[in-house]
């Protein structure tokens, strides 16, 4: 489907957004379990999912407030988790750095890992979109998502019932990753940028803070511009 | 049990915090050209950070205390795979979760 109009880019949104359902509904759920378990109440474990929206970043935040760190330990450290936000924010510039100012924080509000991969990857595949279709697509893609967080987190923290371990949802979030990234390895650059940053991550998991995965991102952000660079020569293109 | 204020000091300076960095660069940014080594460097930040970011998980994870754990580790294989065979995200989840509670079902 060729999108055309800023309406079919809102559409297609939805539709590469929707898979997503599938791993939000258990993940939100899961936190408003856990909320509540550490002591929060219902509209306080809502409010959270619906002031921050970041998995990974409340899950760290509560651990921390649970095993009673300071304040500013546990700002300093589900901040750092979030950190990526700003290299996703850096890499949708180019692409929708021109939108109306309002519509800018709106995205950045609603820019979460699964928004972010899917409107690059179809930014990237459609450069001709017109600035209106790319925010088209990219508030499409959180329609089936955000609105789920916001749910799910309500009725896990309402329902505050004990998850079985058996449920092994801690690899619900892994899966989706590498089920997101996957369909983007389309030239070597890729391939390296990704082997290189889990090689780095896998050596730095002792760095404090989650700073191990940013130091990771950047070398392998580095690797495959590198290699960018030298298909190009290769290929006697521009340096 | 979390102090209640110190939960609403985190709830919104996480919120805060979170939304300037998610906004430093559209925001700040906005439409004026960036400098070509560093749009080549930012084509590359999706393929990386994800990966590094659930490859310790993915070999170690949380739920077996660390340990190398068989069904995690071939979910996470089958859901790559899928995933760069037949670019479907959802085939690709699915065929990953499949793998894994058959796995742990299987190896107990």
Known sequence: ????????????GIADGAPFILVIIPFAALFGLLATEAGLSVIEALSFSVVVIAGAAQFTALQL?????????????????????????????????GAPLWQRALAAYLTVDQSYVIATAQYEKEPKMTIPQRMGYFFGAVTPIVPLWYIFTFIGAYLGAQ???????????????????????????????????????????EVPYSLGVIV?????????AEVERWLNRRAGGPI | MIDKTTLWIVIVGLGLGSFFLRFVFTGLVGNRAMPEWLLRHLRYTAVAVLPALVAPQVLWPNATGGDIDPAR????????????????????ILSGAATLYGLLYLLG
């Open chain 1, 65 to 97: 407030m649970q095993e009673e760190a300071p304040t500013i330990i546990v700002l300093a450290s589900a901040l750092a988790v979030n950190l990526r936000m700003a290299m996703y924010s850096a890499s949708l510039t180019p692409w929708i750095g």
């Open chain 1, 216 to 224: 990771a991102g950047l070398i392998g952000m580095m690797a495959g």
């Open chain 2, 73 to 92: 580790l071939a979910a996470a294989a089958v859901t790559l795979s899928v995933g760069v065979l037949t670019k479907n995200v959802i085939g690709a």
């Open chain 1, 163 to 205: 998850v079985p371990d058996g449920w092994a949802l801690d690899f619900a979030i892994p899966i989706t990753f590498l089920a997101m990234i996957a369909p983007m390895f389309r030239t070597l650059a890729h391939v390296v940028a990704a082997l290189v940053a889990v090689v780095v991550s896998l050596f730095a998991t």
């Open chain 1, 1 to 12: 489907m060729t999108i055309t109009t800023t309406k079919s880019a809102y559409l297609k």
